[in-house]
């Protein structure tokens, strides 16, 4: 520790900065008064002086005023006194620091690789019987029984869609008081359920992707097409179907969606979408698709697991895979049609949802409701 190099060159310094003259002063009056607050003025500097001796040399605590700065600059480092982070982000950070791992060039990456984690429940022969054309991969609580009802009622029902198999799959982390019970008896009964040991939070969504990734390539790397689709959407998979068989669309490096653009990074800590400086320091994020439902050719899940191996993870799990693409030297592909991939809707419209691929809509109560009016007989429009 450099204590008292510090303190001895900050007392010289104080004292360079008095003008000689004014020390040698001659009028009496003036003396005294000047004496008094020359003797204050050192009390308070040896008070400060004896209290960065005891704990911080002055570089210590330069550095940590600036890091409080930054703090109040609403950017998060990971090294902040922990207590300064919201709870949620304390846990995140925490597990970046674990999982981080030196590269042999010394650079520090960290995996949200998914062989960091194993599956509970994997399903791998739904894939073996009949190689599907397309894979469904929901993304969804463990609790959220509803939504999968809902879906696997709705348009997660048809195995043949468009004269091509289609398998739908709901993803899962672990749920701290998840009925493990209940969960294998939904998956004994439906052989739908993909679970692996991470723990299933918003903040661990690019787990969860990049285990979709995973499943992807190990278990069911003959299919055509997947898409990673959240649990709250409207999905009209004939849509996507000819969307997919349509001529010039490309059988590899394929991602395509609602494709987002110069997306600036939210450095709002009260966002949703908080991401802090320290996990990706750019201002914007490379070309993405929206994460409500993303579709790609089911040759990257194998390029994606192996980039991301190299590429720090953030919590933005589709702006990651906006990464990973670009990584691969690849970008996102438009739709042929890009109004086909919807995000909020203000109404039901049946002409309208014949015509789309996505919607985000507010309830599972929502999707069985207007799925019942979509599938009436007569014509949509
Ligand atoms: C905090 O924000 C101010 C104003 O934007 C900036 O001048 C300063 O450099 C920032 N400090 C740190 C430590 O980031
Ligand atoms: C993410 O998952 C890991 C592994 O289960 C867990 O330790 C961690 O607490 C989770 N992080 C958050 C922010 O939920």
């Given amino acids: 520790m450099g204590d008292q190099d510090a303190g001895s060159d900050g007392e010289l310094g104080l004292r360079r900065q008095f003008p000689k ?23 308070v500097f040896v008070v400060f002086l004896a209290f960065s001796d005891s704990t911080l040399s002055w570089s210590e605590t ?42 042999p060039e010394g650079l520090q990456y960290h995996e949200a690789y998914p062989h960091n984690y194993r599956f509970v429940m994997d399903n791998p022969e739904v894939c073996k019987v009949n190689s599907p054309f397309l894979v469904l991969m929901v993304t969804v609580a463990p609790s959220n029984v509803a939504a999968r009802d809902a879906i696997r009622a709705t348009w997660g029902k048809d195995r043949v869609v468009q004269g091509e198999t289609v398998l739908t799959l709901f993803v899962l982390g672990l749920d701290k008081r998840h009925d493990v019970e209940k969960l294998q008896q939904e998956n004994q009964q439906h052989n739908d ?11 661990n969504l690019t787990i969860k992707t990049m285990v979709i990734m995973d499943w992807l390539a190990t278990r069911c790397p003959a299919a055509a097409y997947a898409m990673k689709v959240d649990s709250d959407m409207f999905l009209n998979v004939d849509n996507l179907v000819i969307m997919l068989k349509k001529p010039g669309i490309p059988q590899k490096n394929y991602l395509t969606g609602m494709l987002m653009w110069n997306r600036p990074v939210i ?107 979509y599938k009436k007989p007569g014509p949509h429009c």
């Fill in 21 to 43: 003259h004014l020390l040698h002063q001659k009028l009496p009056a003036f003396n005294s008064w000047f004496y008094g607050l020359l003797m204050l003025c050192l009390l």
């Fill in 62 to 103: 330069f550095s940590l005023q600036r890091q409080y700065q930054r703090f109040f600059n609403q950017s998060i480092q990971v090294n902040t006194p922990a207590y300064l982070i919201p709870p949620k982000h304390r846990a995140f950070l925490n597990t970046m620091k674990e999982k981080t791992t030196p590269t």
């Fill in 193 to 203: 359920l993909i679970q692996s040991n991470f723990l299933d939070t918003y903040l």
């Fill in 267 to 373: 450095r709002s800590k009260n966002s949703k979408w908080y991401v802090p400086e320290e996990m990706y320091p750019n201002p914007q994020y490379p070309t993405y698709t929206l994460g409500m439902g993303y579709v790609f050719s089911n040759d990257l899940p194998t390029k994606f697991v192996e980039v991301s191996k190299s590429i720090k993870p953030f919590n933005i799990e589709d702006a990651y895979i906006g990464m990973c693409i670009k990584k691969l030297g690849l970008s996102p592909t438009s739709p042929p049609d890009p109004s086909q991939f919807k995000a909020y809707n203000s109404k039901y419209d049946r002409c309208e949802f014949s015509k789309i691929i996505t919607y985000i809509l507010s309830s599972s109560e929502q999707l069985k409701n207007y799925w019942a009016d």
